[in-house]
């Protein structure tokens, strides 16, 4: 049964709280976000409050904020540009049933062979992708339509709000608990330019946020193949970094928090999230790691506090656009820095020095990748380079020992994981021509990984047997026995136990 998590009027009065701080921060870049896919800020807007809710109604993760985001906005752009905002809106719906899809099946639980490494490169990639989309407020636009850094009085001023920010943030949970210091910062900040009349950038100028409530929309394409054909690779696409995304952000919650989401069921959250935002006029979205931890930091552990963040922007879009829109940016540039340097791994770089160096280079490669592409591809190739070093340093650990029994058979105990990494290591541990007439290989201390490695068993028997030695195999799995071919007859059932594990081969059904 949905709870709100809350058994107590100072809980309620916390999660609110930190539900309206979240808010605030959502409303740029929500904003800053549909610019990026090419949309009305308001498609941004109505994306951030119905993925928000839903997602915080029915996903696997109390506490974790969802909303627009970045790295699926600039996969949408593309699409925008093609066909329109009519196929964006069908293919944020595709997405949602790919991603329910995942949930039932329960592919949640593959997060877990992401490495430490990757998590670590794709928390410290996130934070630096944040600082740098702060950057931009920084600039003004010049006659000719070109940015350029700002300069002067308007610099200093930024920069002295931007900085009154992040003291209030960082001092006041000194002083009390007893309210979210991000809150406490973006009032007081917003106070002093509003009493002060001090000429500085506002949310105001951004975009206007004032709209209606999101209205029921079946998106506007010919229900035919050929749509299909044109957003289901997009959607595609979009379901997986949503679900990458939203996964990493749960485990780093879950490692904050010290408590355990539910991977299939965030799954199937996201998906029921995306799936009406299509509906509603909304471009989708996944979790959002940095007001996530604005969340976290500021007290928000429960449900309540993500669905409080969502009605807020829907009462910010409905009723205190005028409100919202001046708002600082220096305020919510300063709640971001901080959450940059909340969620960089500090710790990550004492440590280079004393990790692997491999488990060091994918820290550094996801990182960058994050930067310079998104997070999915940047978790992609951390995971598969990961795996390439994992085969390449197990390869080296397969060997043998042989030595002959009172009969003069030779017998060879087999040492290490046998899979594609290291067959060619063990094809040269024999000399067939060398060896005696008959021949054991123990495979009691070995695990046969892969079809590779049969392939690599049976092409030895056939060496055995063109050089006229009797070879015997001991201790394979039964699946081993059943998949091998040419060396089938060779395989002596031993009175001890066989091992029982499967083998990773494609013709076994």
Not at 303 to 319: D, P, Y
Request: one cysteine or more; glycine letters at 10%; proline letters at 4%.
């Amino acid at each position: 049964m949905f709870q709100l998590g809350c058994a107590n009027r100072a809980c309620f009065q916390n999660e609110i709280l930190s539900g309206l701080t979240v808010a605030l921060a959502l409303v740029p870049e929500a904003v800053a976000f549909a610019f990026v896919a090419g949309v009305s800020p308001l498609v941004g807007l109505y994306a951030a409050f119905m993925v928000g809710l839903l997602a915080s109604i029915f996903g696997g993760r109390p506490g974790m904020i969802s909303g627009a985001t970045g790295s699926m906005a600039v996969v949408m752009v593309a699409l925008v540009a093609q066909h329109g905002v009519e196929y964006l809106f069908a293919a944020v719906v595709l997405t949602g049933i790919l991603q329910i899809t995942a949930g039932v099946l329960r592919l949640g639980k593959y997060i877990r062979i992401v490495p430490h490494p990757v998590m670590l490169g794709f928390v410290n990639g996130l934070a630096i992708v944040i600082f740098l989309a702060q950057l931009q407020h920084f600039q003004v636009e010049q006659a000719d339509g070109s940015m350029d850094w700002m300069s002067g009085s308007g610099l200093y001023v930024l920069l002295g709000l931007v900085a009154l920010t992040m003291a209030i943030m960082h001092y006041l949970p000194k002083i009390t608990a007893a309210f979210p210091a991000a809150l406490a910062a973006i009032l007081v900040v917003s106070f002093m330019v509003i009493g002060f009349d001090i000429n500085t950038n506002s949310v105001g100028d951004l975009a206007s946020i004032e709209g209606v409530f999101p209205p029921f929309h079946i998106p506007e394409v010919p229900f035919t193949l050929e749509t299909l054909y044109i957003i289901f690779p997009f959607a595609l696409v979009l379901a997986a970094i949503g679900l990458i995304e939203s996964l990493l952000t749960l485990q780093l919650i879950d490692d904050v928090t010290n408590t355990r989401g539910r991977g299939n069921k965030e799954c199937v959250g996201q998906g029921i999230a995306n799936t009406a935002t299509g509906f509603f006029g909304g471009m989708g979205g996944c979790a959002m790691i940095g007001q996530s931890m604005i969340n976290v930091n500021s007290g928000g552990r429960q449900r309540l506090s993500g669905i409080s963040a969502a009605l807020f922007l829907l009462v910010f879009i409905l009723f205190a656009s005028s409100l919202i829109e001046q708002i600082p940016m220096a305020a919510l540039i300063g709640v971001m820095f901080m959450v940059v340097l909340g969620t960089f791994e500090w710790s990550s770089l004492r440590i280079m020095d004393k990790i692997p160096k491999t488990d060091a280079f994918v820290l550094i490669l996801v990182s960058a990748v994050t930067v310079a592409t998104d997070l999915a591809v940047a978790v992609v190739v951390g995971v598969i380079v990961s795996a390439l070093f994992f085969a390449w340093d197990h390869a080296s650990h397969i060997n043998i020992k042989g030595y002959d029994n009172e009969y003069g058979i030779r017998i060879y105990e087999l040492n290490g994981p046998l899979f594609f990494g290291s067959v060619k290591s063990f094809m040269e541990l024999f000399n067939p021509e060398e060896d005696p007439q008959e021949v054991i290989i123990e495979f009691q201390n070995s695990r046969v990984a892969d079809h590779s490695a049969i392939e690599a068993i049976d092409n030895l028997a056939v060496k055995y047997i063109k050089a006229g030695k009797t070879l015997h195999f001991r201790h394979l799995s039964p699946e081993c026995r059943e998949l091998l071919k040419k060396a089938g007859d060779l395989v002596e059932v031993n009175l001890m136990e066989d091992p029982k594990y499967h083998v990773a081969d494609d013709q076994i059904a």
